[in-house]
């Protein structure tokens, strides 16, 4: 997590995030990765909308999975769609 907001910080100071606009929609794509796509350790292997649900992701199969990447390919993971 540090690490990200590390690149945060030297993105933006690289001019990478043209205005408040950009910054806001960046954050918005990392927020959706961090709480539907990237599974936890602590949580055993639940994202944290999985287990803020109670569902248990090894318990049936998901009813669609989507391909998830942004921030160019930086963040990247599957969306099982439950």
Same mark, same amino acid.
């Given at each position: ?11 933006? #100071? ?11 929609? %960046?954050?918005?794509? +990392?927020? &959706? =990765? ?16 999985? #287990? ?11 009813? %669609?999975?989507?391909? +998830?990447? &942004? =921030? ?11």
């Amino acid at each position: 997590m540090q690490q990200a907001t590390c690149e945060i910080q030297e993105n933006f #100071a690289a001019g990478f995030f043209i205005g408040r606009e950009d910054l806001v929609l %960046a954050l918005g794509d +990392f927020r &959706a =990765w961090y709480n539907h796509v990237r599974p936890h350790q602590h949580l055993g292997g639940r994202t944290p909308a999985e #287990a803020w649900a109670g569902i248990d992701p090894y318990a049936t199969a998901p009813n %669609a999975v989507s391909y +998830f990447s &942004a =921030w160019d390919g930086m963040l990247t993971g599957y969306y099982l769609r439950r």
